[in-house]
């Protein structure tokens, strides 16, 4: 059988698509953007039929009518990080939580430790061979499409067919469905001028000829915007956004100078424009691959002079990073970040950076505090970080001494706080 003919054998309404769905099954969903509306629509809509069914995503991006505290016990969402969609469930208890490093996230499936009875995901259309592109989220989709008992797409002409290890065969896939709206578009968040100071600090502490992986939020991007007029970086990282197509219609990002990969852009997910996903279809300068590639500290330090820029919500004295929750509630998640921190600590000439505001709350709560608030959650712990950045200087961590650490820290801090800082650690025996 061709394999039009099977694509038209697959080929089917929604309803079909959802009658893959078994009581008690797993469903596994790419990251951001990869998600499939049609048939995240329509499972929330039936889903009253279900009963046990979870959805598993690292970051929903739409709030689902299935994402629901009434409905839990029919469908129920499985968090592997918090974003806007799925916060409140998470912090209310009714959506659940499977901490991980994001690299760690395909073995956990292929040694079960993660169910995937179910892939649901967005697909570009196929090529005349028979194969679809998971561009905009191969991360842990691709492991899960391989022990899976049906793969469910959504094919669709905006989603890119990009190159790498992200590609789905026909025979692989169980049903599909078509659509044709638009792919969502995430603009690049607000950047003022403390993310614009944070930034400048950091940017100055890239060379020429760097590799960068670039975290999600306003301060790495803040970082982007003055790298533009840099010479011959690279691009390693997780997500491709709209502030790295800046850096390479800018001309600062070649990649000839990657000891890893050279020549090529890799990243394992998509969130930006349409200008970005366009940029993306058949592009030989840019691979997708799975997160375990990616994220895999080992071989992202192949890369001489990464350098990881990166966001947290509170540091200690020690320089423990509580970048993922609030005291006890959960707000994101680890994702990556600790993966490329180990990642430049391991690269010839790596840096890894910490960023964060000095203050919040209009500069009444220092993020620079002496011990992390009870029950946060350590995302960067106090033995793998390097250099720490706020809109007051940089603190360079790794290799010193406690007493050292508070000093360097409290310079950094917000200067209303520097005194009650010293005498906090102080009162510690740090100081």
Partial sequence: MSVQDQYQKKRGTVEDAIDQVKNGDFIIVPTGVGEPPTLLTALSEQRRRFHGVKVGQILAVRKYGYIDPETVDHVRHVAFFFGGASRAGGQQGWIDFIPSYFSEMPSLIERNQIPADVVFSMASPMDSHGYFSLSLGADYTMAAVAKARAVVLEVNPNVPFANGNCHVHISQVTALIESSEPVLEVGLPKIGPVQVAIGKYVADMIDDGSTLQIGY????????????????LGIHTEMIGDGILTLVESGAVTNRKKTYLPGKMVATFALGSKKLYQFMERNPALEIHP???TNDPYLAAKNDKLMAINATLQIDLLGQCGSESLGHLPYSGTGGQT???????????????????ATAKDDTI????????????????????????????????????????????????HPDFRAELTAAAKLMHIL
Avoid: C, W
């Avoid at 803040?222 to 011959?232: E, G, N, P, Y």
């Avoid at 993966?339 to 505001?357: E, H, M, Q, T, Y």
């Fill in 339 to 357: 993966d490329f921190v180990r990642a430049a600590n391991r690269s010839r000439g790596g840096k890894a950076f910490i960023v964060l505001p």
């Fill in 366 to 413: 220092t993020r620079i505090v002496p011990t992390l608030t009870p029950g946060t959650h350590v995302s960067t712990s106090k033995n793998d970080i390097n250099y720490v950045v706020t809109e007051f200087g940089v603190a360079q961590l790794r290799g010193k001494t406690a007493k050292q650490r508070a000093q360097e820290l409290i310079s950094i801090a």
């Fill in 291 to 293: 997160v375990d590639f």
């Fill in 217 to 232: 939020g306003g301060i790495p991007d803040a970082v982007v915007m003055q790298l533009t007029s840099k010479h011959d």
